[in-house]
T-cell receptor, first 116, second 113 residues
């Protein structure tokens, strides 16, 4: 029944390393999102994608990039990890075509990244 | 820039009591969502509110939306321990079909005997 899968639950990286976070969904959703979750700040949108090879910046894109080469897969890349990128990263997906206009996000289990 | 603010951020309740979590947002939107997150788990959708005056109920939880006041409430009736979790509201102010949601800070609810 798993619908959104994030490849790593826990990662520990060193400052300056390149980090890849992978997300795969099996619901044929058009939209995919990367959020980071920090205590007291809620979830903040990093990037999202509404189609293959399409991406748009969210509210906090600095220091991140993304890749969507296939509809089911959305990757978050930290080119040079820094300590302030220590966080929980949540991937989500949604379907655009509901007649109600609702866009309910389905979330993955999260990837907790620690940068030392 | 859309801002979403929840209060309270921390809520300690006794079993059997009632309480309300408030979600205020800063720009026009008629699409608001409530999510629940259990410790160590991801977010699960609770309610979808898509119009002014919308009310949804599930068990001891009831959510409502007042788009004129830019306010949604999540009311808890006769709290039980199983409701202990973090609750987030989220607003879709994008005006698109992408579902780009802006989340509140979350309310950590603890229900104790």
């Amino acid at each position: 029944d798993v619908k959104v899968t994030q490849s790593s639950r826990y990662l520990v990286k060193r400052t300056g390393e390149k980090v890849f976070l992978e997300c795969v969904q099996d619901m044929d959703h058009e939209n995919m999102f990367w959020y980071r979750q920090d205590p007291g700040l809620g979830l903040r949108l990093i990037y999202f994608s509404y189609d293959v090879k399409m991406k748009e910046k969210g509210d906090i894109p600095e220091g991140y990039s993304v890749s969507r080469e296939k509809k089911e897969r959305f990757s978050l890349i930290l080119e040079s990890a820094s300590t302030n990128q220590t966080s929980m990263y949540l991937c989500a997906s949604s379907f655009s075509g509901l007649t109600s206009g609702a866009n309910v996000l389905t979330f993955g289990a999260g990837s907790r990244l620690t940068v030392l | 820039e859309l801002k979403v603010e929840q209060n309270p951020l921390f809520l300690s309740m006794q079993e059997g009591k009632n309480y309300t979590i408030y979600c205020n947002y800063s720009t026009t939107s008629d699409r608001l969502y409530w999510y629940r997150q259990d410790p160590g788990k991801s977010l699960e959708s609770l309610f979808v509110l898509l119009s002014n005056g919308a009310v949804k109920q599930e068990g001891r939880l009831m959510a409502s939306l007042d788009t004129k006041a830019r306010l949604s409430t999540l009311h808890i009736t006769a709290a039980v321990h199983d409701l202990s979790a973090t609750y987030f509201c989220a607003v879709d102010g994008s005006g698109t079909s992408y579902g780009k949601l802006t989340f509140g800070q979350g309310t950590i609810l603890t229900v104790h005997p």
